[in-house]
């Protein structure tokens, strides 16, 4: 969900944003050309694993799990990122082709960058790919170091990779599943075993 914001409003969100620290004036110009501010429900997802990446998000608020499968398995939650992180590298590298899904784990809002826009603005201008490219490659680093240990504490059997578990809202719906039951009459006696 898209939310359109005052430009100058936009260029201070840019700039505080921690990822983007210390970027200059120049560079902060051509990212806040490309951005806007988006929000995501839970259990909403922001990218598949598959999927064309042609965008990456820096989030200002919520949790965003990551997650991926392999052909024979179910969803497993990779990492979890907040407030302050980077979601979303792949624009950056072919084939552009996003390599984990990304999942609102609660209310996110998030600076939205077109990634398609921001590759030309880096070739013409090498610094700023450059700087991406470094901020970046330190996210890349970090997250992967933190991929290794969970992999080393899977198999050492110290820990379980976590199910991915989202319960949408409409599901009770779909399902005729009767509400959480309080003890009180909830009018679902017939199915209800606090009523039964």
């Known amino acids: 969900m898209k939310t359109p914001t005052h430009p100058d409003s936009m260029a201070t969100r840019v700039a505080l944003h921690p990822f983007l620290a210390g970027?200059?004036?120049?560079?902060?110009?051509?990212?806040?050309?490309?951005?806007?501010?988006?929000?995501?429900?839970?259990?909403?997802?922001?990218?598949?694993?598959?999927?064309?990446?042609?965008?990456?998000?820096?989030?200002?608020?919520g949790k965003v799990t990551l997650e991926s499968s392999?052909?024979?398995?179910?969803?497993v939650v990779i990492d979890t990122i907040g407030a302050g992180d980077l979601l979303?590298?792949?624009?950056?590298?072919?084939?552009?082709?996003?390599?984990?899904?990304?999942?609102?784990?609660?209310?996110?809002?998030?600076?939205?960058?077109?990634?398609?826009?921001?590759?030309?603005?880096?070739?013409?201008?090498?610094?700023?790919?450059?700087?991406?490219?470094?901020?970046?490659?330190?996210v890349m680093i970090k997250r992967?170091?933190?991929a290794r240990e969970k992999?080393?504490?899977?198999h050492s059997r110290e820990t379980a990779l976590e199910p991915v578990g989202f319960r949408a809202p409409f599901m009770d719906q779909e399902l005729d599943i009767p509400p959480a039951c309080d003890g009180t009459k909830c009018g679902n006696s017939a199915r209800c075993a606090a009523h039964a």
């Not at 995501?40 to 998000?57: C, S």
């Not at 072919?94 to 590759?119: D, K, M, N, Q, S």
């Not at 992999?151 to 899977?154: K, N, Q």
Request: glycine share 6%.
């Open 23 to 61: 970027i200059n004036r120049a560079q902060l110009a051509l990212l806040t050309d490309c951005a806007m501010v988006v929000r995501f429900a839970p259990g909403e997802t922001i990218f598949r694993e598959g999927e064309l990446a042609n965008r990456f998000y820096l989030i200002e608020s």
């Open 70 to 75: 392999g052909a024979q398995s179910d969803p």
């Open 88 to 138: 979303g590298w792949s624009w950056m590298f072919p084939p552009y082709v996003w390599h984990f899904t990304a999942r609102a784990a609660e209310p996110v809002t998030a600076i939205f960058f077109y990634g398609t826009i921001l590759r030309e603005y880096c070739e013409r201008n090498h610094a700023l790919g450059y700087e991406l490219f470094k901020r970046m490659g330190a």
């Open 144 to 146: 992967l170091q933190a």
């Open 151 to 154: 992999l080393l504490a899977v």
